[in-house]
């Protein structure tokens, strides 16, 4: 049989929790003066990764604020008996977005894939590159090397299509079959044919 996952591991044995074989170190924070930019620009008003974590929490399942800033696990996780990854956080990002919200996400990806986003979707693209983020460690608040990867911040902006094409934010809107007509407030009904 071979090795388990981490998130199949204990705690104790995970890397995730273990942390940094150098330093131990292994939960990262937004920097202070990044995370007051992006909250000037979009007044956040929740956070579905918050740390400390209060008892009772769970941002993949509860209700989210009309502006969220969603800084996820870079790891795997279990919940509720299952593993999860940056594709549960994005597909709830998707849900409340579709509810009418804002939501800024900001995960690591190869900077060519910004680049090969921004040459598909031109001035559309609601994706910035914040290059490679110096996270600061829970434990001590010490600014991190980064992950020498580039972090991008995906803004989804509320869905307000509503069949209006040019009242629509979503990027690649027809009017006919836009996703966000689906279920924004006042949208009309229909959606994809």
Known sequence: MGELHQSQLAPEANKFHVGNSADGKHYWLTPPD???????????????????LP??????????????????????????????????????????QQ?????????????????????????????????????????DGSQGKGTGRHIACFVLEPAICAGDKKACRHPMCDAKTCLSRVSAPGAVEGGRN
């Open 55 to 96: 008892q009772g929490c769970d941002g993949l399942t509860c209700e989210w604020g009309q502006s969220s800033y969603v800084n996820p696990p870079f790891g795997s996780i279990v919940h509720q008996g299952k593993k999860k990854g940056p594709t549960a956080w994005v597909r709830k990002a998707i849900i409340e």
């Open 99 to 139: 509810k009418g919200k804002r939501v800024v996400l900001v995960y690591p990806v190869d900077k060519w894939v910004l680049m090969l986003m921004h040459a598909i979707l031109g001035d559309h693209l609601q994706v910035r590159n914040l290059g490679d983020v110096r996270w600061h460690a829970t434990e």
């Open 34 to 52: 990044l995370y007051a930019e992006l909250d000037a620009e979009f007044k956040f008003d929740f956070d579905p990764c918050p740390f400390p």
